[in-house]
């Protein structure tokens, strides 16, 4: 367990860094960001910030030596680096994690090998492997690059044979899968943390909405359907973080079906559906990493209130910020990014109601 005064050190720069160390000071521990870019929403509210690409290796030690422990705030982080940093570190969630998360073949075949289901696929390795993906998944279907894809990117529709040539120019003919349709009613996810004691806990289930590919909404209580269907999405969701060893926050993202959920992705990581836990739960997503990360006890995920939305600000949205701060029911986050472009998230606001 480390003691309060430590250094988190946090892979990435994003809005993810930036809420994990503001969970992080107010638990009296400092953290040091580790990012290529310059000017991070995480740098303005840490302590100390390396900028650096993750390829670096001179950077990465003195990153090391610097911090007591290291985490990450999105998956697409170089596996290579976090070895790396494992071998002078302790470094949560691990290289395991990553190692399914990144890639979506293997993330499909781990949680296929525990029993999950997924949406019918096929493996893409060339256009003429694509032909006989689109065979065997039929259409319409996804092509989806197997990594470096988050908020639609990375993804081409196929809505017929004669899209194929487009589809596969489109995500720049990398090693992709085939993804066919799901018939779905609702889209949910499940946010979990386990400690480095093997405990979990989980937080009550949001439905989700997503425009564009990126989310839009979240929301509780969800429907009907997605509550009955939670618990075993839950469960599946706790084997996946079980098996992998993971330390920290993991979400899972399932499709809510006829026949019981389906699942969609998991992202190693605190999550932009679980934003709303900051007001929303007795102890935030971000508060219960930070926990896990340094080996603290995980605290109670109970509501705080009957009905929850939260909402994200994309691109021009953020312009609403007077009204926003002005209503008295509406919790604002902003990001601190300075240009507001489309489907860039700007923040988020979260709206609690007991009726």
């Known amino acids: 367990m480390l003691a309060p005064g430590s250094t988190i050190g946090i892979l990435g720069g994003g809005q993810m860094g930036r809420m994990l160390a503001l969970a992080a000071a107010e638990l009296g521990y400092r953290c040091h960001i580790f ?3 310059a000017d991070t929403p995480a740098s303005e509210v840490a302590a100390f910030t390396t900028r650096a690409e993750y390829g ?3 950077a990465l030690k003195a990153f090391a030596a610097a911090v007591d422990v290291v985490t990450l705030e999105w998956e697409n982080v170089d596996r290579e680096a976090v070895r790396q940093l494992a071998s002078h570190v302790p470094v949560h969630p691990g290289a395991h994690s990553l190692e399914v ?3 979506r073949m293997a993330e499909k075949q781990f949680v296929e090998w525990l029993g999950g289901r997924t949406a019918t696929w096929a493996q893409v390795d060339s256009r003429e492997a694509l032909d006989a993906a689109i065979a065997q998944v039929g259409l319409p279907a996804i092509l989806k690059t197997r990594r470096f894809g988050y908020d639609g990117k990375g993804q081409a529709r196929i809505m017929a044979a004669g899209d194929a040539d487009a589809a596969w120019a489109a995500i720049g003919g990398q090693p992709a899968i085939l993804e066919g349709f799901v018939n779905f009613a ?4 499940v946010i979990l943390c386990r400690g480095q004691d093997g405990s979990i806990v989980n937080w009550p289930v949001p439905v989700n909405l997503h425009k564009g590919g990126i989310l839009a909404t979240s929301t509780l209580p969800p429907p009907a359907l997605v509550r009955a269907q939670a618990a075993e999405a839950v469960q599946l969701a706790r084997t996946v973080a079980e098996k992998l060893g993971h330390i920290g926050v993991l979400t899972a993202e399932f499709f809510a079906c006829k026949d019981g959920p389906r699942f969609n992705e998991i992202a190693p990581r605190v999550h932009n559906s679980g934003h709303w836990t900051i007001e929303g739960s007795a102890t935030s997503q971000f508060e219960n990493h930070v926990r896990a990360v340094v080996g603290l006890p995980l605290r109670p995920t109970a ?6 939305e939260m909402t994200n600000l994309i691109g021009d949205d953020v312009a609403d ?3 926003l701060m ?3 029911t509406a919790h604002v986050h902003l990001y601190g990014k300075a240009e507001a472009r489309p489907g860039r998230k700007m923040g ?7 009726s």
């Not at 509501?303 to 929850?308: E, G, Y």
Request: hydrophobic content about 45%; some cysteine; proline content about 9%.
């Open 35 to 37: 990012a290529p870019e």
């Open 56 to 58: 670096d290796a001179a």
């Open 101 to 103: 998360a990144q890639d």
């Open 186 to 189: 609702h889209e949910f996810s």
């Open 303 to 308: 509501l705080m209130s009957s009905r929850i």
């Open 321 to 323: 910020w007077p009204r």
């Open 326 to 328: 002005a209503d008295p």
């Open 348 to 354: 988020h606001v979260c709206v609690m109601a007991d």
